[in-house]
Nanobody, 118 residues
Framework: QVQFVESGGGLVQDGGSLRLSCAASGITVRLNAIGWYRQAPGKMREVVAIISSGGSTNYAESVKGRFTISRNSAKNTVYLEMNSLKPEDTAVYYC????????????WGQGTQVTVSS
């Protein structure tokens, strides 16, 4: 069974930084595209960043230049480095393996809460 465990969230001030971790089991991150997603209160879940099996990365326009997705194959973990955080980045952050539009390989975990205060 494919599972993801997110961690590293917290409360930071506007302009602060956080590093999120996504520990995967039942799937090899270096062989699959893995994405970070977020859901703010009252809003739909949206994609934040994706790293492909080949290592290429894509980011939502709202986080380009501020967030960096990476992976550690030995730890089977994907990271999201978040800098210059803004209050609008406040959300629960999740990771998963996208299979096609709207379809994902794993179950959604509990996510990790990121709160940015102004």
């Amino acid at each position: 069974q494919v599972q993801f465990v997110e961690s590293g969230g917290g409360l930071v001030q506007d302009g602060g930084s956080l590093r999120l971790s996504c520990a995967a089991s039942g799937i090899t991150v270096r062989l699959n595209a893995i994405g970070w997603y977020r859901q703010a209160p009252g809003k739909m879940r949206e994609v934040v960043a994706i790293i492909s099996s080949g290592g290429s990365t894509n980011y939502a326009e709202s986080v380009k230049g501020r967030f960096t997705i990476s992976r550690n194959s030995a730890k089977n973990t994907v990271y999201l480095e978040m800098n210059s955080l803004k209050p609008e980045d406040t959300a629960v952050y999740y990771c998963n393996a996208p299979r096609s539009v709207g379809e994902f390989t794993g179950n959604w975990g509990q996510g990790t809460q990121v709160t940015v205060s102004s």
